[in-house]
């Protein structure tokens, strides 16, 4: 009954006519043709942003990783595989692109260089696997001049806010969604979420509660944050 | 209708009473809390091998890494995350099983050491990651005294038959099913494969076909194989 409530006074012009990009779900950094690392990030956070934009009267363009989840109704998404394609996706009219979600699991690192074929396994007990850090998919865009409202998200297992704190101020963030993925009840796959919204006036605590329901009262914040901005 | 004719002729005996262990899907290897090394099986052809072991009359034990698929009817399906979890699943009652399949992908190697907390991204523009060879499964099952009829597959890029002949006798195994993972048409997340059954008395191509379909005709020379050696 709270959650009709909830949706009965969202309101549906919130972001009328503002494009919305959203990242989301995990990226896949591949080692060979067959390998590669990833994370658990199952996009259901980022996917509930999109529709809660949607239904905010924004136009969402979403820019998702491989998940198992059907493309939300009445928006744009854009598949891709790695932390470069997801780069290349997020700066494509980004000068039209109002307010940019960062809710993505970006593989920090990739292999240095790709196998052409499928790695044999050698004798070595040991291997080594050169890495190199991917692109700051966030951090390039709020690097652009007229920059969207931008907003990051931490996914910590420790010291959560504190973490966030830097990142904002390190990126040039507008806003970050901060949650504590060591917490056994919310966190990567579940279909609940808690999450503290750190800004650079301060840290809001959100309770827990359905990734639906957390996304309509994030984006009404992120609404209302955006339009202070502007004004 | 060939489709409909092939399960018609499909002898419901064949496998009556055998204890059949299939292993499918990608191993995931974890890096720290959120991150993981794995690879693009599906582990639609090991869930096809039991269906069709199933029918064929046998009990069948599905040991299967993270996957979106439904367990099969009528066979016991265990769970497992990393090479040594589905090591570990496979050697459990090992002594009364009749067949091994070793369809799933397990990673090659693993990380050293995992992480307690998610690591958190350095200044550092490359990284080492250190990895240690995985336990060999299907060698480990092929090891046991009183072994069952053990069967590997061998997913290559080039020089299928070749390296799938070297592993068949490097291994101590029975039977190699080989396919080669860089034809598009077939593949990791193909609903269709092409194989080649590689024994010690030579080589035999099967046709392009669904999974569903190859899974019946490869119980059938499995089957018929593991008979001869019985008696």
Same mark, same amino acid.
């Given at each position: 009954?709270?959650?009709?409530?909830?949706?009965?006074?969202?309101?549906?012009?919130?972001?009328?006519?503002?494009?919305?990009?959203?990242?989301?779900?995990?990226?896949?950094?591949?080692?060979?043709?067959?390998?590669?690392?990833?994370? +658990?990030?199952?996009?259901?956070?980022?996917?509930?942003?999109?529709?809660?934009?949607?239904?905010?009267?924004?136009?969402?363009?979403? #820019?998702?990783?491989?998940?198992?989840?059907?493309?939300?109704?009445?928006?744009?998404?854009?598949? #891709?595989?790695?932390?470069?394609?997801?780069?290349?996706?997020?700066?494509?009219? #980004?000068?039209?692109?109002?307010?940019? *979600?960062?809710?993505?699991?970006?593989?920090?690192?990739?292999?240095?260089?790709?196998?052409? =074929?499928?790695?044999?396994?050698?004798?070595?007990? *040991?291997?080594?696997? +050169?890495?190199?850090?991917?692109?700051? *998919?966030?951090?390039?865009?709020?690097?652009?001049?007229?920059?969207?409202?931008?907003?990051?998200?931490?996914?910590?297992?420790?010291?959560?806010?504190?973490?966030?704190?830097?990142?904002?101020?390190?990126? %040039?963030?507008?806003?970050?969604?901060?949650?504590?993925?060591?917490?056994?009840?919310?966190?990567? %796959?579940?279909?609940? %979420?808690?999450?503290?919204?750190?800004? +650079?006036?301060?840290?809001?605590?959100?309770?827990?509660?359905?990734?639906?329901?957390?996304? +309509?009262?994030?984006?009404? #914040?992120?609404?209302?944050?955006?339009?202070?901005?502007? =004004?």
């Amino acid at each position: 009954e709270i959650a009709e409530q909830t949706a009965a006074l969202f309101d549906r012009g919130l972001l009328s006519g503002k494009q919305v990009f959203i990242t989301a779900g995990p990226t896949r950094e591949a080692l060979d043709p067959v390998r590669y690392i990833s994370n +658990h990030s199952s996009g259901k956070m980022g996917y509930a942003l999109a529709e809660a934009a949607v239904d905010a009267g924004a136009l969402v363009t979403l #820019i998702s990783g491989p998940v198992n989840l059907p493309a939300p109704p009445r928006c744009k998404r854009i598949m #891709i595989q790695s932390a470069e394609d997801m780069l290349e996706a997020s700066l494509q009219n #980004i000068d039209q692109c109002d307010i940019f *979600i960062a809710s993505a699991a970006v593989a920090d690192y990739r292999p240095v260089s790709v196998a052409e =074929h499928k790695m044999k396994k050698g004798n070595e007990e *040991i291997m080594e696997l +050169h890495l190199i850090k991917n692109p700051d *998919i966030v951090a390039s865009v709020a690097a652009q001049q007229n920059k969207p409202y931008t907003i990051g998200f931490a996914a910590e297992t420790r010291d959560v806010i504190s973490y966030a704190q830097g990142k904002l101020e390190r990126k %040039n963030l507008d806003l970050i969604i901060a949650n504590d993925v060591s917490r056994s009840d919310i966190g990567f %796959n579940s279909d609940d %979420n808690a999450v503290t919204v750190v800004s +650079h006036e301060g840290a809001t605590q959100l309770p827990l509660s359905s990734k639906r329901q957390l996304a +309509h009262k994030l984006i009404e #914040i992120i609404a209302a944050a955006e339009q202070k901005k502007d =004004h």
